[in-house]
C-alpha cells in the first residue's frame, strides 16, 4: 500500500512565494553552515560577523555588529568571545564611550574570513550562482533590497 504525497495543500501566489523564500534561506544556510563548520570548524553566525568585520577599515563597536547582523547583541558578544579565543579578532576600548569596546579582524582573522568565503562560494556554486543568471540575481537583488526598506525592520 503505497503512502499518499504529503502537501500543504493550495497556497496563494504570495504564500507560496513567502514559503519559497523561507526554504531556500533555510536550505542555503544549512548547507553553507555544515561545509564552514566542516571545513574550517566556523559555524554560520561566526562567519556573518567576520563578513561584516572584513568589509570595515577601522575598528566597530560591538553594538553596531548587533544591528547590523541577523544575531542579537548577546548572541554577537558569544560569537565575539569565541571569535578572540581564536585570534580572529581584537577588542580595543572604545576612545569616545568608556563602556564600549571596538572591535576588528586581526591578519589571520582576515585569513580565515577568505579561506572561508572561498569554501562558501565553492559550496554555493551548484545549487545557486550555477542555477542563477545575472538576471535572477538582479530579480532576487530587486526583492531583498524592497524586502530590507520595509518599515517593520
Do not use: C
Not at 570595515?56 to 553596531?64: C, L
Not at 548587533?66 to 572604545?94: F, I
Amino acid at each position: 500500500m503505497s503512502r499518499p504525497e504529503l502537501t500543504i495543500g493550495a497556497l496563494s501566489d504570495e504564500d507560496h512565494a513567502f514559503y519559497g523564500l523561507v526554504w531556500a534561506g533555510t536550505t542555503l544556510a544549512a548547507r553553507v553552515d555544515r561545509a564552514l563548520s566542516r571545513a574550517h570548524e566556523l559555524p554560520l553566525s561566526w562567519f556573518e560577523v567576520l563578513l561584516w568585520l572584513n568589509g570595515q577599515s577601522e575598528p566597530v563597536a560591538s553594538s553596531d555588529l548587533g544591528a547590523k547582523t541577523m544575531l542579537s547583541r548577546s548572541q554577537v558578544s558569544r560569537v565575539l568571545d569565541s571569535l578572540a579565543a581564536r585570534g580572529l579578532v581584537e577588542r580595543t576600548p572604545s576612545p569616545t564611550d568608556a563602556r564600549s569596546v571596538q572591535v576588528e579582524l586581526t591578519a589571520e582573522g582576515r585569513a580565515a574570513f577568505r579561506a572561508a568565503d572561498e569554501t562558501r562560494r565553492a559550496v554555493l556554486a551548484p545549487v545557486f550562482t550555477e542555477l542563477l543568471g545575472p538576471e535572477d540575481i538582479e530579480a532576487l537583488e530587486t526583492v531583498w533590497r524592497k524586502l530590507k526598506q520595509s518599515p517593520q525592520r
